[in-house]
């Protein structure tokens, strides 16, 4: 498996570099988060150690998707995306949810806006019908897993069967298939990304907002957070599936609206991406202040991204009367 593997690890460390150096141009709210990302990104020892199990036995395992031909992988991972103009996805994680979701799709109906739902396929196979309203309504549907696991830490074949479930759930509920994932927590590991991404062609979405509104049932908060962390490019986390969310939502879609900011499906977004800023040092945006602060202790992700981790990590507050009664937090 190893000498297989060898070929890989170029690329791999090229695409975990990229991811490092993406989050490291944007203030990382903890350094816990910095440090983890680093840790299990660049060094090719990682890339093995960091894996609970093996890939299994790609096609062609020497040959990236791409065929090889290019110089470099192709990026795999956005948290945000550089344009040019004051446009933001908003993304709602772990719906469908049939309490929820409808009335979230009425308010965004009334607002024009379009975002994108990451759906859980335990979810989505008993209300295709939520799914087929939101993209009528020009909403985007992306993968999300079948049932929230860390991928992370699960055998291939089961990480596998929640991609691909979870996959056939949504073209057969919307006609279309979606390139967009995102891993519950955005926790994988270095070949784990370059499997979903290089084998199964997905585009691996993170966020650069979090309202942590898994954890702080409180709609003021939630929409102080949002509001004061979008930036352009943006891609702005949230859950369809808390009730505090929801009434959060008004207030931040028209603070948002008021400040200028549009709209767009992450596809949209990733659609305006500009090349990288040869300078760096200051781009067309405007300059990027700290985010909004975020909980002490809260685990990251291989990524840098912050998302609550399944295990002994901060439990949710005892009352949190999610509609969907599930204990999940994220
Ligand atoms: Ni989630």
């Known amino acids: 498996m190893k000498n297989f593997l060898k070929p890989l690890l170029l690329p791999i460390c090229a695409l975990a570099a990229t991811a490092v150096t993406a989050r490291a141009q944007a203030p990382v709210p903890s ?49 945000e995306v550089r344009v040019n103009g004051p446009y933001i996805a908003m993304t709602f994680d772990d719906g469908p949810s049939a309490a929820l979701t409808p009335g979230l799709l009425d308010l965004l109906k009334q607002k024009g806006v379009h975002v994108t739902f990451f759906v859980l396929g335990s979810l989505a196979k008993d209300h295709p019908e939520i799914l087929r309203r939101a993209v009528a309504e020009g909403h985007e549907i992306a993968n999300h897993s079948w049932d929230h696991p860390n991928l992370g830490k699960m055998p291939d074949e089961s990480v596998s069967s929640q991609l691909n479930r979870t996959k056939d759930i949504i073209t057969a509920a919307t006609g279309k298939p979606c390139d967009l994932l995102r891993p519950p927590y955005g926790s994988m590991t270095a070949l784990q990304r370059h499997w979903f991404h290089d084998q199964l062609g997905y585009k691996i979405i993170l966020w650069s907002v979090d309202p942590l509104d898994w954890k702080d049932h409180n709609p003021s908060l939630i929409t102080r957070r949002l509001v004061d962390g979008a930036r352009p490019g943006s891609i702005m986390l949230a859950h369809d599936i808390h009730k505090t969310t929801i009434e959060a939502m008004p207030a931040v879609l028209d603070e948002l609206l008021a400040k200028g900011f549009k709209f767009v499906t992450v596809s949209e977004l990733l659609a305006m991406e500009l090349p990288p800023d040869p300078k760096k040092a200051s781009s067309s945006s405007p300059s990027r202040p700290p985010r909004p602060s975020l909980a002490p202790g809260v685990p990251a992700t291989i990524n840098g991204s912050v998302e609550p981790m399944p295990g002994p990590t901060p439990a949710l507050p005892a009352a949190a009367p999610s509609p969907s009664a599930t204990p999940k937090r994220n």
């Open 31 to 79: 350094p816990v988060s910095a440090s983890s990302s680093l840790a299990s990104a660049p060094t090719p020892g990682a890339a093995n150690n960091n894996t609970t199990a093996p890939l299994p036995p790609p096609p062609t395992p020497s040959v990236p998707a791409d065929g090889g031909t290019t110089p470099a992988p192709s990026k795999a991972v956005w948290s």
